[in-house]
């Protein structure tokens, strides 16, 4: 060998040397930084069943004439549907067998000319008139919704202009006027933007006062996933000390806030907490979106963000849902995690020995920035992960399904992608 191919080789082997070095020093960071992060699955208890937390908002009348998206639309095993239109709606969702919200107030709102001109304490009588005019309709074209919503969101000025008295004389003529139709009709409310012990509480023990009960609470969750706990237990705990109330239900009737609605990783958040927390209704809210060239409202078109505004494409929280509504045949079971905004929900399947995870991690927001103390942090991407215990069992030692079949992963051993976001394997 030449003394110049010495050299050359000499060379090469120093900078192999320094690229597995390098290469050496990135698994070590790497395996530092993800280590701090994990969940454990234990596939020898469950959680009971799932309780199914797909549903929409508002009006979607031309997903019917678009085949493959009304079979995508039920391959999701939508649940819940909360609008406020003529019908149309509410006849699709009858087809699926959803259960249905609709929004008096979003009726009467359009009846008066918008919701600055929607005063019904100016005329009790007209709008009670319109109340009785509107369930009725319903009922003679075969529709009969499961919840009639009062007012939307009345602790906003936009959209409730009176004052707090003037909003519970609201709710309890609603009452008169569905129990003089039939007293076995639901009313939900008071459908606030955001949770409000003490306010809800003034409001049921107000109506309670007079002999009404709401059959379901309602509130709007815009906040973080891992908020919602909070909230159901601070609620539960005044349910508790009022009996006059009756027990009513908890619907949050709108969650996911606009920063976030697009990101799979919050979808899972909240279905994570919302299955822990057995809420009993819950549906996504809605809000514009805008791809650079076209801005659409997804409360009329594209169903709150699941597809695009040609209402066949399906968009990354599709992806998260469709996994998602897979899961809802086994049992649930809810991880333990080192990070909060860290977690997975699993879903067991005794007769397959079949045990699914969906694991995400939800940080940054989609415009870029990110939550205090989460800088850096992944949040964009969501993980659907099958195994069968079978062999899941004999490579962990436990030959005793499904016993002893307790793990813990490391989020380093998941493979987070773009579009579509999820991958089943």
Request: hydrophobic content about 35%.
């Amino acid at each position: 060998m030449s003394g110049m191919n010495q050299i050359k080789q000499l060379i090469f082997l120093e900078r192999m040397k320094f690229i597995s070095a390098f290469f050496l020093l990135f698994l070590i960071h790497h395996a530092f930084i993800f280590s701090q992060e994990t969940i454990t699955i234990d596939a020898g208890t469950d959680d009971g069943s799932f309780k199914n937390y797909t549903g929409f908002i508002h009006g979607e009348t031309n997903i019917e004439s678009h085949s493959a998206t009304l079979n995508m639309l039920l391959s999701l095993k939508p649940n819940f549907w909360r609008n406020s239109d003529w019908f149309e709606t509410q006849e699709l969702a009858t087809d699926l067998s959803v259960q249905t919200t609709m929004v008096i107030s979003d009726f009467y709102a359009n009846f008066k000319g918008g919701y600055s001109n929607a005063k019904p304490w100016l005329n009790w009588t007209e709008y009670e008139s319109f109340v009785a005019t509107l369930v009725n309709n319903y009922a003679a074209n075969g529709q009969s919704p499961d919840f009639w919503d009062v007012w939307n969101e009345p602790n906003d000025p936009y959209y409730w202009s009176g004052n707090l008295s003037q909003l519970i004389e609201c709710f309890k003529r609603t009452r008169q006027v569905l129990d003089a139709i039939n007293p076995a009709i639901k009313m939900v409310g008071p459908s606030l933007n955001s949770y409000d012990g003490a306010g809800i509480e003034y409001i049921l023990d107000s109506l309670a006062a007079s002999g009404v009960t709401m059959d379901a609470v309602s509130w709007h969750e815009f906040g973080l996933p891992d908020s919602l706990a909070v909230h159901i237990n601070d609620f539960n705990n005044r349910k508790l000390l009022n009996p006059t109330w009756n027990n009513p239900e908890i619907h949050i009737n709108e969650y996911s806030p606009q920063q976030t609605n697009q990101i799979p990783a919050y979808r899972l958040g909240w279905f994570y907490h919302l299955e822990q927390n057995d809420v009993d209704w819950a549906n996504t809210a809605c809000w514009d979106n805008n791809d650079g060239s076209t801005v659409w409202s997804n409360c009329l078109v594209g169903l709150n963000g699941l597809f695009w505004h040609d209402e066949q494409s399906p968009l990354p929280v599709f992806w998260l849902n469709l996994a998602y509504a897979k899961m809802l045949t086994g049992k649930r079971i809810f991880c333990t995690h080192s990070d909060a905004k860290t977690l997975a929900l699993s879903s067991k399947t005794d007769s397959l020995s079949e045990l699914k995870i969906l694991v995400g991690r939800f940080y940054s927001i989609d415009n870029g920035s990110y939550l205090p103390t989460d800088i850096g942090k992944d949040s964009s991407k969501c993980h659907h992960h099958r195994q069968q215990l079978s062999l899941f069992d004999k490579r962990y030692g436990a030959f005793d399904y499904p016993k002893n079949t307790k793990r813990r992963y490391e989020l380093s051993e998941f493979t987070f992608g773009r579009p579509p976001y999820t991958l089943l394997r």
